[in-house]
């Protein structure tokens, strides 16, 4: 059974979970609870912040999940044409990145206004993606 919960993430019973591999990129295993395992679309997911050995998945309905895993995990995990790794401590989704603040400490704003850092060990690359992807600006 596939049910749509109020906040937007899709959760799938336990038998159907093996209709869904790694291999698809549209939905990604995000949590697991006593009624199965949460998904999440991938293009829903803003951003991942570092928290130690943990990290915080921020979506695009406002819904925060700590998972148990590292920011280095979910960087190998996550498909490169849609992710990258802005700081040591954050992950952004591309498409969901509203502005990029150079003036003020290069940070980008997020489509949800939170402010994400970019670290000047980063800041190459990603203006090499942001040119790549907006090459007329």
């Known amino acids: 059974r596939i049910s749509l919960r109020s906040d937007g993430v899709l959760t799938l019973a336990p038998e159907l979970k093996e209709l869904f591999d790694a291999s698809i990129s549209y939905l990604w295993a995000i949590a697991q609870d006593s009624k199965g395992t949460v998904y999440v679309a991938v293009d829903n997911i803003i951003r991942l912040e570092s928290s130690d050995n943990y990290t915080n ?9 700590l998972i148990t895993k590292t920011l280095k995990s979910f960087e190998q995990i996550l498909p490169q044409s849609r992710f990258i790794r802005c700081h040591q401590s954050h992950i952004v989704n591309l ?30 690359r990603l203006e090499h993606v942001l040119n790549r992807m907006y090459p007329h600006i």
């Not at 998945?57 to 999940?65: F, I, R």
């Not at 498409?95 to 800041?123: F, Q, T, W």
């Open 57 to 65: 998945v921020h979506t695009g309905n406002g819904a925060k999940y």
């Open 95 to 124: 498409s969901h990145i509203e502005a990029y603040d150079k003036m003020e400490g290069n940070n980008l704003i997020m489509c949800n206004e939170h402010i994400v850092p970019v670290s000047r060990a980063n800041r190459s």
